[in-house]
């Protein structure tokens, strides 16, 4: 594996927690968001400066990924993308001045064993030849965009007291990695027609990328103005690459590890480190947004 490609691959990554970062500034100078109301949130978004630069980065990022994506397996790829999070670790904790509890940083712990798992699983197998057909794509890629939107609106539909202890927004980030993993999905599938512009605009994967990245962004945003940066950006990472490696090692052209059981374990390890975070943040009840903020959006 050439070093140049882990090297664009781990920035790529914090690239991408950069635009984060810029997501969550922008989330505290804008009205309360909100996903039933979609006309208002896509109108708060493309009309703010601070949003539209951070979106333009972490499209930066995505684009790095899906250069390197070519060249590396998802085994290869997957424990270097989540090595990247500790650049999200340094701009929520020291750049924001976040904090996690002891049990927060346990789920950190399992993460980084998890990914140190999957790293040394290795794989000697050739790529398989077979390719997905457009009707196996769309079955895989069309609960994992209806599922979490589904969720998030009827979550974001159920009325909330008028004081209520702060959440960590786990469910939000999981609806947010559960879409951002189909992206993802796509992406990879997208790469490998490039070259072929009339095959990608035919292509199931073009159209499923374009309805599964505003969906992410928008729940992405609502995520980062509820919770913090870096409860969000743990969770929705480690959801995606989880999917991300799941699906494809099943659907697309992926070499199969030497080691199951590593690779099992490693999973079964993000899983629990997601499981792990408590869903209420230390501190006391706070008002809701709606008496907090001046006016809805």
Not at 196 to 204: H, M, R, V
Not at 271 to 294: D, N, Y
Request: include cysteine; hydrophobic fraction near 55%; aromatic fraction near 6%.
């Amino acid at each position: 594996m050439p070093y140049t490609d882990q090297y664009v691959t781990v920035a790529s990554t914090a690239v991408y927690f950069t635009g984060l970062a810029c997501f969550k500034t922008a989330a505290g100078q804008m009205p309360e968001l909100r996903g039933v109301r979609p006309v208002q949130l896509s109108l708060a978004l493309a009309t703010h400066g601070l949003w539209a630069a951070g979106a333009l980065i972490l499209m930066s990022g995505a684009l790095l990924q899906v250069s390197v994506l070519g060249q590396l397996t998802l085994l290869q790829a997957q424990p270097l993308l989540m090595a990247g999070l500790a650049t999200l670790l340094v701009l929520a904790l020291l750049g924001r001045g976040e904090r996690l509890s002891p049990r927060e940083w346990g789920s950190v712990a399992l993460l980084a064993a998890a990914t140190a798992l999957i790293a040394v699983s290795r794989t000697s197998a050739e790529v398989r030849e077979s390719a997905p057909t457009e009707s196996e794509v769309v079955a895989v890629a069309v609960p994992s965009l209806l599922l979490p939107t589904l969720a998030f609106l009827l979550g974001d539909l159920v009325r909330k007291g008028s004081h209520r202890r702060p959440t960590n927004g786990v469910a939000l980030a999981v609806s947010v990695g559960l879409l951002t993993g189909t992206a993802e999905l796509m992406l990879k599938g997208m790469a490998e027609r490039w070259t072929d512009p009339a095959g990608l605009l035919a292509s199931p994967q073009l159209y499923l990328f374009l309805l599964a990245t505003p969906l992410a962004l928008g729940q992405l945003q609502i995520a980062l103005q509820r919770c913090r940066l870096v409860i969000v950006g743990l969770v929705a990472t480690a959801t995606a690459k989880t999917y991300l490696l799941v699906a494809a090692l099943t659907v697309y052209s992926e070499p199969w590890p030497d080691r199951w059981d590593l690779v099992l374990l490693g999973l079964f390890l993000s899983v629990l480190a997601i499981a792990a975070i408590p869903r209420h943040a230390a501190g006391p009840a706070r008002p809701a947004a709606s008496a907090s903020r001046g006016h809805r959006l």
